[in-house]
């Protein structure tokens, strides 16, 4: 295969860092493996060590996916929290409106009713 490429197309791509890293731990891990056979030891030992050296990475990845889905959750749960604050707030400002907008037409309606009376006395007294 042609593993230069294929990094290259991982790499160039910035708006996609995952695929970057997944290539570069494959590299890692391929490094590794080919530097264990081709160490002078026997198979039973370079199958052993191979075989440590796989469950280490796999241990790894998990501990990463792990650490990746703990800050999703957060990440969420503060959304939840900040979408909570603010319908929470919006609803807080609507009703001081209604009440503002209440008070207004009260008042709208009083003066109304006082200029339609004031009206009315300077017809009478005419």
């Keep these: 295969m042609k593993y230069d490429k294929m990094l290259s197309k991982c790499v160039s791509q910035e708006s996609d860092s995952s695929k970057a890293i997944v290539a570069l731990l494959t590299g890692l891990a391929v490094g590794a493996v080919l530097g264990v056979l081709f160490a002078p030891s026997s198979g039973e030992e370079t199958r052993t060590l191979i075989s440590d050296k796989a469950t280490d990475l796999t241990g790894d990845l998990k501990e990463r996916y792990q650490s990746v889905k703990e800050k999703i959750v957060a990440g ?5 929290d ?3 604050r603010t319908v929470e707030s ?9 009440q503002e907008f209440k008070a207004y037409k009260e008042d709208a309606k009083n003066d109304v009713k ?3 009376d004031d009206l009315n006395d300077s017809v009478q007294n005419a």
């Design 76 to 80: 969420k749960d503060d959304l939840i």
């Design 82 to 84: 900040l979408k909570d």
């Design 90 to 98: 919006v609803k807080t400002k609507a009703g001081d409106l209604n």
């Design 114 to 116: 006082q200029a339609s």
